[in-house]
């Protein structure tokens, strides 16, 4: 009597598709000229920074805190690194319009999957990529300044200012994710998202004092490194990032999937 061959049943992982794409890009970010660029320019700018400080600091009797001349480095870096994260975030979807067609359609991957795919990647290259050049720029503020009588550094203060710079950039690439899927086109998404983003910095600087702002954050992170910071206004910051990238992850989400590709 012939037996019937088994069934081999496949099962098939339904995050298979968003991993794929989530490797893809965060290989394809770290790899590409504007991350490179961002990364060398940083390096540099904080490298060189911290020469010429130690040098006025060692040599001419500069009397400055070194929590101080971190702050002012860390504020470079985030200003510096502005310009670069935006064409990161919103080149994100926006880059791929004339290949979005054949990426969505043709591999087997949802809308939703396909955004939050690239939305996770470029804020981990982003993210991840500051956190570790901060933590570098603490250690070495830290051994440079270390036989220094005024340092004031603090662990704790120099993680609170990481993680609150990296929360504040994890926000900004959300929402440059999201513009860059509901525009047409990377130059109209960064436009767009430079001018939303200068709207809303200039916004907050006429908030009363008791508010943040990223001006009013910046300046007090000389302060935030020293050890001198209340959690409870970063966690508030930290709470309020995530609020609107989770935000913009919704807005994308929707919109994206409403969108012909």
């Not at 009797?61 to 002012?72: F, K, M, W």
């Not at 054949?102 to 939050?116: A, E, K, T």
């Not at 950039?169 to 990377?186: F, K, M, Q």
């Not at 020293?226 to 709470?239: H, T």
Request: glycine fraction near 12%; charged fraction near 15%; proline fraction near 3%.
């Amino acid at each position: 009597m012939d037996q019937s061959p088994p069934v081999v049943t496949v099962r098939f992982n339904k995050f298979l598709p968003y991993w794929a794409v989530f490797r893809t890009d965060l290989r394809q970010t770290v790899r590409g000229w504007v991350y490179r660029l961002w990364v060398l320019m940083a390096a540099a700018a904080a490298g060189g920074f911290l020469v010429y400080r130690v040098g006025l600091h060692r040599e001419a009797g500069l009397v400055q805190s070194a929590a101080a001349q971190c702050g002012d480095l860390l504020r470079l870096l985030v200003v510096g690194s502005m310009a670069l994260v935006v064409v990161l975030a919103v080149s994100a979807v926006g880059g791929e319009r004339g290949t979005l067609a054949d990426s969505v359609l043709s591999r087997g991957i949802s809308r939703h999957q396909y955004f939050l795919a690239k939305l996770h990647a470029r804020l981990a290259a982003v993210v991840l990529t500051f956190g570790g050049l901060g933590v570098m720029v603490l250690a070495a503020s830290y051994f440079l300044f270390k036989a220094d009588a005024d340092t004031d550094l603090s662990v704790a203060g120099g993680l609170a200012a990481v993680v609150g710079v990296c929360a504040v950039l994890a926000a900004v690439v959300s929402w440059g994710v999201t513009v860059g899927a509901l525009t047409n086109g990377t130059v109209l998404g960064i436009t767009v998202f430079w001018l939303v983003l200068y709207g809303a910095g200039f916004l907050l600087t006429l908030v009363p004092e008791s508010y943040p702002s990223p001006d009013r954050e910046l300046a007090r992170l000389k302060f935030v490194l020293a050890g001198q910071y209340n959690p409870g206004v970063l966690a508030d910051i930290v709470l309020g990032s995530l609020g609107l990238s989770g935000l913009a992850a919704a807005v994308g989400l929707v919109g994206f999937a409403r969108r012909d590709v």
